[in-house]
């Protein structure tokens, strides 16, 4: 234990880049680091300096788009060598509380669950087309000899036929692996299929739009893969499934609403010609 008596100061600084990675509508994980530094000063020791990395994890809790509470741990890992002028290891753990606030127009938490909801704009549907004139009857034809009956018409090309949508209540929060629930349900498509050997399927995969672009559309193929793979598993050729990931470009519900991104976040199966 040292025995020395004066006066010793410190100035500590430090640079950190923080990740934020939303976990659901209010909590945000946080990891980073960065780099940190002291500088000692005492009677006998002057401006000794000692640095190295640290590393921080924690929470953010979103009270509302622009405010948010968060709690960091701190682990400052410098060089276990170094001594401080009283003879200390300068290796510190330690804990961080603080509030935080976003400024400008651009909401930066995110959805909030606390936010009021934003109600999307449904424009009118359009009006019904005109139903066509009647065409005016045709004058009696001399008698001639009957001309060959024309061939017929082509018949129009088959709409595709949606045979069950797979909404999130199916998929646990940003997986793409089918719960027991989902399976039960994908039977339906297995019995139809099976029934009608000649049918062919498209397996369409959506997403809500929290996280990137590019994210969503991974995970919204990734979806879609995995409704393919369990029809493949009950003996569907798998020559009669096709897929295709949408991301979050197709929405069918309002994304500003949590009942909203629900609906979003789903699969579609579809009879194709």
Not at 65 to 78: F, H, I, M, P, R
Not at 207 to 217: E, H, K, L, P, R
Request: charged letters at 20%; a positive charge; proline letters at 10%.
């Amino acid at each position: 234990k040292s025995k020395r008596v004066g006066s010793l100061g410190a100035f500590n600084n430090r640079f950190d880049l923080i990740y934020n990675q939303p976990l659901n509508d209010q909590w945000r994980f946080l990891v980073g680091g960065g780099w940190t530094g002291s500088q000692f000063k005492s009677d006998t020791t002057k401006n000794q300096y000692d640095s190295g990395a640290n590393v921080v994890l924690g929470f953010r809790y979103c009270v509302n788009e622009n405010w948010s509470w968060k709690t960091e741990g701190v682990a400052d890992l410098k060089d276990p060598s170094d001594q401080t002028p009283t003879g200390e290891r300068t290796t510190t753990y330690g804990i961080r509380l603080g509030v935080t606030h976003f400024f400008g127009g651009q909401a930066k938490n995110g959805p909030c669950l606390n936010a009021a909801p934003v109600k999307a704009v449904v424009p009118p549907p359009p009006p019904a087309p005109a139903p066509a004139p009647a065409p005016a009857p045709a004058p009696t034809p001399a008698p001639v000899a009957p001309a060959p009956a024309p061939a017929p018409p082509a018949p129009a090309p088959a709409k595709p036929r949606e045979i069950m949508t797979l909404h999130d209540v199916h998929f646990a929060f940003d997986k793409y692996n089918l719960t027991k629930v989902a399976q039960d349900t994908l039977n339906v498509a297995v019995a139809y299929l099976k029934a009608h050997s000649d049918a062919k399927i498209e397996v369409q995969g959506h997403t809500d739009n929290i996280g990137s672009d590019a994210y969503n559309q991974g995970l919204s193929e990734r979806r879609a893969m995995s409704v393919k793979a369990y029809l493949k598993s009950q003996g569907i050729a798998e020559s009669r499934i096709a897929t295709k990931g949408f991301g979050e470009s197709t929405p069918i519900a309002d994304n500003g609403s949590k009942d909203g991104r629900a609906q979003n976040r789903r699969a579609v199966v579809i009879e194709v010609p």
